[in-house]
């Protein structure tokens, strides 16, 4: 695989169909999973099958329509989940069994009441196992945010012996700074055997607003996957964003990693996730949000007016979204009313301009956003008023 190729692994169907109220059937999985296929996604994590005989469906179905993505289903380190994933998986083209186990002190003790040695051998067995049925086999260090680096390495070690192909370190828990994130998947490079023949695989939770920062400080130190959601959503306060991360890469080519990601499809496929799971999205969300690219304070929309990279990094036009939104509040300046008075028609010139800008002023004060009806009727009244009627 080339080394500057950052594979992009969807779970929005698995970690992001987790969140309450966000459950899917099979059709609507099914067509998530076409659109994630078309859009570029490397590998689209399908669900859990031994969750439920309604997941096991879905996940089998998925498997049969992907046409170029490797398709996915999440075990835990337990004979029977991995027999039902691979049971799921039967008709993917390129199939992954996804299995692991709790990495951390805190898991090892309160989850599984066990020990260190334990842990590392139920990984290998797990591993092992998944490799007699599927030849593409990703292992998790649950809770590898906060594992000590040191055992983090001596598992990692001992799941490649096993026969891994992916080595998944994630920040379960959404802890890390993006410092330590970075450092962990740097000590992992340099201090596990093996770890060039492995794939290393970011997977980051964003309870304190920082899993798109952990990716990319792990990309950096050498991942070369990434997991993440359409919005983020996930568990809690969700998973890293895929927007998010392919439009980073993609705006900052010193990093020198590239995406399959068809960037054009990311605003649509943002709206079906919405749509399909009910789930909304905040309007300041990064890349996708309502406000991503609208401008409504005059010194900013006079900038954009003149030249949109005054207040723009990226073409709103590379995520699917058609332009820049110039709203009009009392913040406004006349710069921005004659710009959305032209897009309707209304060519002013200064004198009336300044007359249109004081009504504007009068109703912007009471109206929260001034829309297109607005306008016309701050028109008639300049025209009413002026002895030069505007062009319209
Ligand atoms: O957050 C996590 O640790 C997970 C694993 C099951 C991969 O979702
Ligand atoms: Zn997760």
């Known amino acids: 695989m080339q080394d500057n190729k950052m594979q992009i692994f969807d779970t929005t169907l698995r970690d992001g169909e987790q969140v309450p109220g966000c459950k899917l059937d099979t059709k609507q999985k099914l067509v998530i999973a076409e659109r994630l296929d078309f859009m570029g996604v490397d590998v689209i994590e ?72 334990e842990v590392v051998t139920r990984a290998v067995l797990a591993v092992r196992y998944a490799k007699s049925f599927v030849e593409d086999v990703e292992f998790y260090a649950e809770d590898a945010g906060r594992t000590d680096n040191a055992f983090l390495a001596q598992i990692c070690e001992e799941v490649i012996k096993a026969g891994a192909t992916v080595l998944n370190i994630p920040d379960t828990t959404g802890y890390c700074l993006p ?76 990093l020198n990693l590239e995406t399959n990601i068809n960037t054009q499809l990311l605003y649509d496929t943002s709206m079906m996730v919405r749509e399909k799971m009910g789930m909304p999205v905040q309007p300041n969300k990064a ?37 820049s939104a110039i709203v009009l509040t009392a913040r406004s300046g006349r710069a921005a009313l004659a710009y959305r008075a032209k897009k309707i028609g209304y060519e002013l010139t200064k004198i009336q301009l300044d007359k249109a800008y004081n ?34």
């Open 46 to 117: 399908a669900g859990f099958p031994v969750s439920s005989p309604g997941d096991f469906n879905s996940v089998s179905e998925v498997a049969k329509i992907v046409k170029n993505a490797t398709v996915c289903g999440l075990t835990r380190a337990v004979e029977k989940d991995i027999e039902v994933a691979a049971a799921a998986l039967i008709y993917a083209k390129k199939p992954r069994i996804h299995t692991g186990i709790g990495t951390s002190d805190s898991h090892i003790k309160y989850k599984f009441n066990s020990s260190r040695e």
């Open 179 to 254: 410092e330590e994130y970075g450092a962990k998947i740097k000590y992992l490079k340099e201090h596990v055997k093996g770890i060039e023949k492995v794939t290393i695989s970011c997977h980051c939770h964003n309870d304190l607003g920082m899993a798109t920062a952990n990716s990319i400080a792990g990309a950096i130190n050498g991942a070369r996957q990434i997991e993440c959601t359409i919005n983020g959503i996930g568990e809690r306060a969700g998973n890293t964003a895929l927007e998010e991360v392919v439009m980073i890469l993609k705006q900052h080519p010193t």
């Open 287 to 323: 890349i996708v949000g309502a406000n991503a690219f609208a401008h409504s304070s005059g010194i900013h929309q006079d900038g954009v007016i003149k030249n949109r990279e005054t207040y723009e990094i990226m073409n709103p036009e590379d995520v699917g979204v058609t332009e």
């Open 359 to 392: 009504y504007f002023l009068q109703i912007a004060d009471i109206q929260k956003e001034i829309h297109d009806t607005d306008l016309h009727s701050i028109m008639k009244n300049v025209n009413k008023f002026s002895k030069i009627a505007i062009a319209s």
